[in-house]
């Protein structure tokens, strides 16, 4: 696996961001540039004229088509391909509700190409990335040493219920008035949630919860 070639589309508005990482991608025997595309129109011409990527790095504001839009329509007519989204600032809320598009994960603009090329790999082989924000043992979860069942189970109906709201964009007091809970019990379900998976962040939450299926996400976030 990791001497195989993977073809990689670059979806990006902004022209000298994706001439810049087609030409340091380029350096790399591992990945093939199989197209770039300015938005999700573009993305879905090529596909249509070129061929499928393994692999797309698609920004998330770009006009004409998103990339929200954009990863849902993948998500439908394409599962098979693997998005990993390109975010300017490590927020929560545009890589949560890229997860639920259908994106395996996110890396920020401003990383090492070594990283780059380890965050295709890594999507490549077990439909996700996240960066050092997420740990090991969630990724161990993630790669099926624990099920969604035994994961289930192993939650509270209170953790199991927050955990579904993380990957709203609903705030941690906000989630703390639907529960009826003061945000004192939520910030306790959090930290808990944190040490117990290694997690550090709300991102990583929200992909626990969308991986082990807590939450009907075309029901509940249209």
Not at 4 to 31: M, N, Y
Not at 187 to 194: E, I
């Amino acid at each position: 696996m990791e001497n195989e070639t993977i073809s990689v589309a670059i979806v990006d508005d902004h022209t000298l961001f994706r001439k810049g990482i087609a030409s340091l991608l380029a350096e790399f025997k591992e990945i093939t540039i199989l197209f770039e595309a300015a938005n999700g129109i573009q993305l879905r011409q090529k596909i249509s004229d070129v061929g499928i990527p393994q692999v797309i790095l698609m920004d998330i504001n770009m006009p004409l088509m998103d990339g929200y839009e954009s990863t849902s329509w993948l998500k439908t007519h394409h599962p098979e391909v693997k998005v990993l989204a390109l975010s300017m600032f490590e927020d929560d809320q545009p890589v949560i509700r890229m997860l639920r598009c259908g994106a395996g994960g996110y890396l920020l603009k401003e990383s090492k190409p070594v990283e780059l090329l380890s965050a295709i790999q890594t999507i490549h082989k077990h439909s996700y990335y996240l960066n050092e924000m997420v740990s090991g043992k969630l990724i161990r979860s993630l790669q099926g040493d624990a099920n969604s069942d035994s994961f289930k189970s192993g939650l509270s109906p209170n953790e199991a219920t927050f955990l579904t709201h993380c990957c709203s964009e609903l705030t941690y007091k906000e989630i703390a008035d639907q529960m009826n809970l003061s945000p004192y019990t939520i910030d306790n379900y959090r930290d808990a949630l944190f040490k117990r998976y290694q997690i550090k962040s709300r991102t990583g939450l929200a992909l626990l919860a969308l991986q082990h299926e807590l939450v009907d996400i075309k029901r509940l976030f249209k």
